[in-house]
């Protein structure tokens, strides 16, 4: 079985006496036990369980709770899961017998919930990859990505390293790094972003800046620049739901051909010349221009600090080779895979 979210029914309980003291994720396991403990904790950093009187950002799966506490719910329904081995090339970065390292190409899903049942990084995995940590839904899958990101994620292949590895995103130890080609020039070398971000009401796809929101920190550095576009290293410290894109278009430099927050169409080389659009003319990029550069974690079975980076992908290679013919800023940092 594997959520529909676009099925959510909401629910209220009472925390009872019994209660007492459990922690939030084992008392929803009893409560829900049709739901896995690792869908119920992704509810609560999702932002789907809500604990009155309490701020979004103290509702965590450890959360202790206490007897009389309302918590909401929602729920999405569970459906029959169809998740099956698929044969779709990936390109694997590392592997040994607790991990897999994979750069995601651009237009993957990483798993089925939101998207459909085929096509993700989850079937890809099972076909390529002997043994998961199991999940009917996310077998392997640690964090995320989205979609149309390209980039670097590790996988795991046991509970156990599923567990540390997941410990290591939640204490905020993985580093993570992306690039990103962004609309207009920034007007400092390097800045944070600090915008708390919450669930857009509206638009079940969307987050939003919101005060009420989970606190979210980005910071930025400028790479290079362009006439009317910036190349920016971005390093997020959360790890919220569309962060970078969100921030950056909070602060109107939004992500080249970002979908749901750029309100420009995708980026065309007639654009990069100040031109009319050609009949038909292709984009030099159909998906927003983001990409996982580096990632670094501790190893899960021995501990040793391990970076890990990926290429630029063809089409934002082929976006920056056209801006710089109109005329660059700063070089490129060199990214190349390495351990």
Not at 134 to 145: E, F, K
Not at 170 to 180: G, I
Not at 302 to 310: K, L, V
């Amino acid at each position: 079985m594997e959520p529909d979210f676009k099925q959510l029914t909401r629910e209220q309980v009472t925390v009872p006496e019994s209660a007492q003291g459990k922690r939030l994720d084992r008392f929803m396991a009893e409560q829900w036990p049709d739901y896995s403990r690792t869908l119920l904790a992704a509810l609560v950093k999702d932002g789907h369980v809500s604990i009155a009187g309490l701020a979004p950002t103290r509702v965590k799966p450890a959360l202790k709770l206490e007897a009389g506490m309302q918590l909401t719910l929602e729920r999405p329904a569970l459906v029959e899961s169809a998740l099956e081995p698929e044969d779709i090339p990936l390109e694997v970065l590392y592997e040994d017998e607790a991990i897999v390292v994979i750069n995601k190409p651009p237009d993957l899903p990483v798993h089925p919930p939101k998207a459909g049942r085929g096509g993700t990084l989850a079937n890809a995995l099972l076909f390529h990859v002997k043994k998961l940590s199991p999940d009917p839904v996310r077998p392997g899958i640690v964090h995320r990505l989205d979609a149309d990101t390209s980039g670097v994620i590790v996988c795991a292949k046991d509970e156990s390293a599923h567990f540390k590895l997941s410990r290591q995103f939640e204490q905020r130890t993985v580093e993570k790094e992306y690039l990103a080609i962004v609309r207009g020039r920034m007007k400092e070398e390097s800045g944070v972003i600090e915008l708390a971000i919450d669930r857009h009401p509206d638009h079940y796809e969307m987050q939003r800046v919101h005060a009420d929101g989970k606190p979210a920190v980005t910071h930025w550095q400028v790479l290079e620049t362009f006439k009317r576009f910036s190349l920016l290293r971005l390093t997020p410290r959360t790890g919220r739901t569309h962060q970078l894109r969100v921030h950056l278009a909070a602060i109107n430099h939004p992500i080249v051909g970002d979908r749901l927050y750029s309100r420009k169409p995708p980026l065309t080389r007639s654009e990069i010349e100040g031109r009319e659009p050609e009949p038909g003319e292709a984009p030099l990029i159909a998906r927003q221009a983001l990409h996982a550069s580096r990632l670094t974690f501790e190893h899960p079975r021995t501990s040793r600090r391990m970076t890990f980076e990926a290429p630029l992908p063809p089409d934002m290679q082929r976006t920056l080779e056209a801006l710089r013919e109109r005329g660059g800023g700063r070089g490129l940092i060199e990214h190349e895979a390495t351990e």
